[in-house]
């Protein structure tokens, strides 16, 4: 036991000494969690909007400066034809217009949204937005029937009403950390041994070689809590990204998916020969794949039928659906057992593979 523990203090030691490791580790954490809570981010706030209407009345009025209250709209000009809105859109001084008919005060309908569709998914937001102001009461008790806007009644939006960006992101980036950080780093440090030709010496020491391998992954599950809490604290105290499930259910579910990444790490670290060819390979297997086709950025259920059955193997994306189900919904440990049972297989199966082809490399 006390060449074990040795082995862990030296691997301990030797990343602590790595300070370009170390402010990579904790670095990247903090300046994702920032550029995502704030920088890039999907958020409706600002939208340009143009106002065309033929007269200015009472309810248009209302209706305007209720738009223009929000923190959503700001409302740029007003013009009489929705042929000058269309160009102040397409010289991109204006991201979208509103059109009053002439029978709207009488009426509240003919309402007509003229929206910037560059970008699908913010067109659809920024019309949703503009439905959901629009609906409110205007003028006492009246208000916009949801038809002429072509919306429905009675749309609340649960968890997220605000709808932030955070909420959806925070949970994405840490599948996405920890696995590039665990798996990674763990590759590299075994194959650096390789490199060095002192894991010959490593074997022939009195500690098992499977034990030499787990002394060497300990520091990395150590460094993943940590920065797995990191951003648990980042998301709920910067970016004020609720925590209303269970903590004890998210470290569970993280134990589980960090000892998937690092099982992914030993097995690149069988098939590389080179710390080169084991960052590459990091970054065809994890960073494309988790990128594009985990739901981090887009919901899986809008990809192709043939991506959805690529992604049905990619680990992140069941962990990300299940920390988005504990962290944002709220719900226990039984809603997220299909995601809690896949991740597990992945686990196992990553790690008897991992094992078994380690002990034939090295044989």
């Not at 074997?203 to 992954?217: D, Q």
């Not at 099982?263 to 988790?290: E, F, H, T």
Request: proline share 5%.
């Amino acid at each position: 036991m006390k060449p074990f523990i040795s082995f862990v203090l030296k691997e301990a030691k030797h990343i602590l000494r790595d300070r370009r490791t170390m402010l990579i580790l904790f670095g990247m954490p903090v300046v994702l969690m920032l550029l995502f809570g704030f920088a890039i981010t999907n958020d409706v706030k600002n939208v340009r909007t143009v106002v065309v209407t033929s007269q200015v009345d009472t309810q248009t009025q209302q209706a305007v400066e209720r738009l223009a209250a929000s923190e959503y709209f700001t409302i740029i000009a007003t013009v009489g034809t929705p042929a000058q809105a269309e160009q102040l859109i397409r010289r991109q001084q204006a991201d979208m217009a509103i059109v009053f008919g002439k029978d709207f005060a009488a009426k509240h309908s003919g309402v007509q949204i003229l929206v910037d569709g560059a970008d699908p998914n913010m067109a659809q937001q920024w019309t949703t937005y503009t439905t959901a102001i629009l609906h409110q009461p205007v003028g006492g008790n009246s208000y916009i029937p949801p038809s002429s806007l072509g919306g429905e009644p009675g749309v609340k939006l649960l968890y997220n009403p605000q709808m932030r960006s955070a909420y959806n992101f925070v949970p994405a980036i840490m599948g996405m950390l920890l696995m590039l950080i665990c798996a990674m780093m763990t590759s590299i440090s075994i194959v650096r041994e390789k490199e060095r030709g002192t894991m010959e010496v490593l074997l022939v020491s009195p500690v098992r070689p499977l034990m030499i391998i787990i002394a060497k992954v300990i520091p990395y599950l150590v460094l993943a809590f940590a920065i797995l809490t990191t951003i648990l604290l980042m998301g709920r105290y910067v970016l004020d990204v609720p925590l209303a499930g269970s903590i004890i259910w998210i470290y569970l579910v993280s134990t589980i998916y960090i000892l998937l990444a690092l099982s992914l790490g030993l097995l690149i670290s069988n098939i590389a020969d080179s710390q080169l060819m084991a960052l590459l390979l990091s970054a065809m297997v994890l960073l494309m794949p988790i990128v594009m086709l985990s739901g981090m950025l887009f919901p899986v259920e809008s990809m192709p039928v043939v991506l959805q059955w690529v992604s049905a193997i990619i680990p992140p994306r069941y962990y990300i659906e299940a920390m988005r189900k504990l962290m944002i919904m709220g719900v226990g440990i039984g809603d997220v057992a299909r995601e809690l049972a896949i991740l597990t297989a992945m686990t196992l199966a990553l790690l008897a593979i991992s094992l078994k082809t380690f002990k034939v490399r090295l044989s």
